[in-house]
């Protein structure tokens, strides 16, 4: 069974850019989460997908992030414009339901200048 | 006060020795519990869940929780250097999301 594909695995842009992140979840996986982790913290929720609906989203700095999953398939996280403090690591992870594990992408490692 | 907080760390133990991680969480409506382990530039991987009041082991893995005390253990027993990574407790309430500890940095000495 493949696993959760995210790409690019890095980028490097400079502040005031956007940027965008795809994630394509487990086939079958009705939830997928987007979590921000900066160095030497734990994983942060930005937002929650069942399907193509957003369930949890109060933690997205709703004035430059925003996400979308149209299809219920896979999802891109835009930043726009990106500033200093968005540099981390873009985790994206998905799930069957409620009650089962949820299993991470590789991540997007990304730097801003 | 954070939702979860762990001990800080780097915790440094030798080989097969038994590793000890701590985890508190504030609300005290949360259901579940879990440990994730997260090699360095790697992302997290889930090894130990636990739901109810006591001990679960798996391997060489014991999660203990103490609901009352509000309060979550990761034992490593015979740790191996393979073992040394950042570990990450997560705490999940009913329907809602999980929520992340800041993780303990471990490292097993051969």
């Known amino acids: 069974e493949a696993g959760v594909a995210q790409s690019p695995r890095y980028k490097i842009i400079e502040k005031r850019q956007s940027v965008a992140f795809w994630c394509n979840p487990i086939?079958?996986?009705?939830?997928l989460y987007w979590y921000q982790q900066i160095l030497g913290q734990g994983p942060k929720l930005l937002i929650q997908?069942?399907?193509?609906?957003?369930?949890?989203d109060s933690q997205l700095p709703k004035d430059r992030f925003s996400a979308e999953r149209l299809k219920g398939v896979d999802s891109t996280l835009k930043i726009q414009p990106a500033k200093l403090e968005d540099s981390a690591v873009y985790l994206c992870a998905s799930r069957f339901g409620q009650g089962y594990e949820q299993f991470f992408g590789p991540g997007t490692r990304l730097t801003v200048l | 006060q954070k939702e979860v907080e762990q001990n800080s760390g780097p915790l440094s133990v030798p080989e097969g020795a038994i590793a000890s991680l701590n985890c508190t969480y504030s609300?005290?409506?949360?259901?579940?519990f879990f440990w994730y382990r997260q090699y360095s530039g790697k992302s997290p991987e889930l090894i130990m869940s636990?739901?109810?009041?006591g001990d679960k082991e798996d391997g060489r893995f014991t999660a203990q929780l103490n609901k009352a005390s509000q309060y979550v253990s990761l034992l490593i027993r015979d740790s191996q250097p393979s073992d040394s990574a950042t570990y990450l407790c997560a705490v999940k309430k009913g329907g809602q999301n999980f929520v992340f500890g800041p993780g303990t940095r471990l490292s097993v000495l051969p």
């Open positions: 997908f069942q399907n193509n609906g957003v369930v949890d």
């Open positions: 636990i739901y109810s009041n």
């Open positions: 609300d005290r409506v949360s259901q579940s």
């Open positions: 086939s079958g996986h009705a939830t």
